[in-house]
């Protein structure tokens, strides 16, 4: 049987199974600390941040708009990857240089999330005060304006699609849903690797045959359908039209942050964090290496607000 016990107080949720449900070695492989290639090192390095040269100079040049907005996945890239969702947190290095970002004029910071935005509120302290795009851009929060409610109707949808998944997944050990306001996830992180094509097949019949509408998203052992088919490229058009951007920095390591990638113009810049193949310009070994960029992004930003007070 999965386990099924709610994990969000106040909220429809469910916590992943704890105690050796997964498959040996699986706990906590998905987070790479290790150091980059070029990360720290002298050759082709920039300056004294020891980010790679094309990377640093980049920063740089990104430090220098006048209008600048700083767009961050959460899960895999602000936060390393965990077994049980609603333990993950930013790292406290990333959580500053955020800090020391939005205080800059001029500078706007955003979470861009797969998650729903009452669950990355919870986990991210401060949230509120930053601009949000949550469920792969099916809601969000740009100051005064934020993503209208899920009708009655559309709330039926997403309740039998829930139904539908936790019947399935009743029966793969390890396997749980994620309930959101406009669909739901099944996570297998827990669960055996050769059980899972037979739930996702499961899964989908359900759909194809009930709710053919629904869009699919895949990511990090999780199968997620919603009842939108916003991405996460809408949510940075949405966002850079709101802050009137000029450029705009994007880090994500999952494949729907590839739809994000997508949607950078010239002159912005991608950081995929983590393998896989990319469409981002420059990339990291993991959340810690991203934090070191936020940095150094921070410093160059806070430099050029410096310069621009006194050269006035
Ligand atoms: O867009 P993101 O902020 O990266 O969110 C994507 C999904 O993140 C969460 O799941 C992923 O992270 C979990 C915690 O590290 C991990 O256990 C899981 O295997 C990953 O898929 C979240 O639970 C989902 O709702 C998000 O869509």
Same mark, same amino acid.
């Given at each position: 049987m999965v386990n099924r016990i709610p994990y969000r107080a106040g909220t429809l949720g469910r916590r992943p199974p704890r @105690? @050796? +449900? #997964?498959? =040996? @070695?699986?706990? /906590?492989?998905?987070?790479t600390t290790r150091r980059p290639a /070029? $990360?720290?090192?002298? !050759? #082709? +390095?920039? #300056?004294?941040?020891? $980010?790679?040269a094309a990377l640093g100079d980049h920063l740089e040049r990104l430090a220098a708009e006048p209008r600048l907005l700083v767009a961050l996945d959460f899960d895999g890239t602000l936060a390393p990857i965990v077994d *049980? =969702?609603?333990s993950a947190r930013a790292l406290p290095e990333s959580v500053a240089a955020i800090d020391e970002l939005r205080a800059i004029p001029d500078t706007f910071v955003a979470l861009v999330s797969g998650r729903d935005l009452a669950s990355l509120d919870q986990l991210y =302290? #401060?949230?509120?005060s930053l601009l949000a795009v949550a469920s792969h851009g099916g809601e969000y929060r740009l100051g005064e304006h934020s993503a209208s409610e899920p009708t009655e109707g559309e709330r039926a949808r997403v309740a039998a699609l829930i139904a539908a998944l936790e019947r399935a997944a !009743?029966?793969?050990?390890g396997a749980w849903i994620e309930p959101k306001p406009l669909g739901a996830a099944i996570h297998t992180? $827990? !669960? *055996?690797?050769?059980?899972v094509p037979a739930l996702h097949g499961a899964a989908r019949a359900w759909i194809r045959h009930s709710d053919p509408d629904l869009s699919e998203r895949t990511g990090k052992d999780i199968l997620e359908f919603s009842i939108l088919a916003a991405t996460k490229g809408d949510g940075i058009a949405r966002l850079r039209a709101h802050t009137a951007a000029g450029s705009v920095f994007y880090a994500g390591d999952d494949v729907t942050d590839e739809d994000a990638f997508a949607a950078l113009e010239s002159g912005d810049l991608g950081l995929k964090c983590g393998p896989g193949e990319t469409r981002a310009e420059h990339r990291v070994a993991g959340p810690e290496e991203v934090a070191a960029v936020l940095r150094a992004l921070a410093r160059a930003r806070a430099r050029w607000a410096y310069a621009k007070t006194v050269t006035k």
């Open positions: @105690g @050796g +449900a #997964g498959p =040996p @070695g699986r706990r /906590g492989a998905a987070v /070029g $990360l720290g090192e002298s !050759a #082709g +390095a920039s #300056g004294d941040t020891g $980010l790679p *049980d =969702p609603m =302290p #401060g949230s509120t !009743a029966s793969v050990e992180r $827990l !669960a *055996d690797p050769n059980t």
